[in-house]
């Protein structure tokens, strides 16, 4: 087995190659001066299983191309079996047409990556199950929600609460929570007048509580920043944040941080300061 590194993903692609034992191999990525992509595979991949790992993180579209030219290249030189990683995938929440005449964009990466010769997918919380159903081939759709808990468990909080931040993220929540053996909710929008929209846990009260809200995307932070400023009002201890994939765009951090959360737990499905969770084991025992 070999582990093509994509450039989106140089850290965790040594991780998995670490956890499997197996080779790491760098491909050679430059551009061209009108900034078309020049890709080499300097190692031999004849008859191997190669798993290209490649987040489509931003730049989402140079990403998810280099993903492309990678499969395709693995497949062309003969590689017995290519499986593409895909740790975030981009896209995926335009996976219907909101409005009429809408691209729905999600149908169009998973061809590109199908057709470029991916034989199976690998990813992690995508963020809608039912994506899956637009590949012919296997896809595996793994939840880190489990590694989230026993990490924010060995944060000691003080009688914790894993809220998920709308009703779509409840069962991310209740995975997190099942691992660290606490409470769980999610926080709920009511309308209580024409004019007025309040936002609380559906269930519990956070009065006094360490209180993680559960996503699986921040992206300008402002679902979180919002939640948090809400449950401060109700009387959370303190607001922790705890998510898939930190796109963090723009100053979504100092949002998220005017916002009063204590700290930003991700993994390194996107690699950044707040990825400190390695879906690495993961993905490797997806493989075994
Ligand atoms: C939305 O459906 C996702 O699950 C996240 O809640 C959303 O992407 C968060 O976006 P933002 O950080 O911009 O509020």
Redesign the pocket.
Known sequence: MIVIAGSASPELSARVAKELKCQLVKPELQRFPDGEFYIRIGEEVKGEHVMVVQSTRYPQNDNIMELCLLLDAAKELGAARVTAVVPYFAYS?QDRRFKPGEAVSIHTVCKLIEHAGADDIVTIDL?HEEITRNFSVPVYNLTCMPLLGKYINGLKLNDPIILG??K??SERAKQVALEMGVDYDHLEKQRVSPEKVVMQPKRFNVNNRDVVIV??????????AEAAKILKTQGARSVYSACAHA?L?GK?LQKIRAAKVKRVISTDTIENQVSVVSVAPLIASSIH
């Open positions: 929440r963020h931040a709308d779509g993220a996503d699986d995307i921040i992206s300008t932070g402002g679902t979180i796109l765009v979504a």
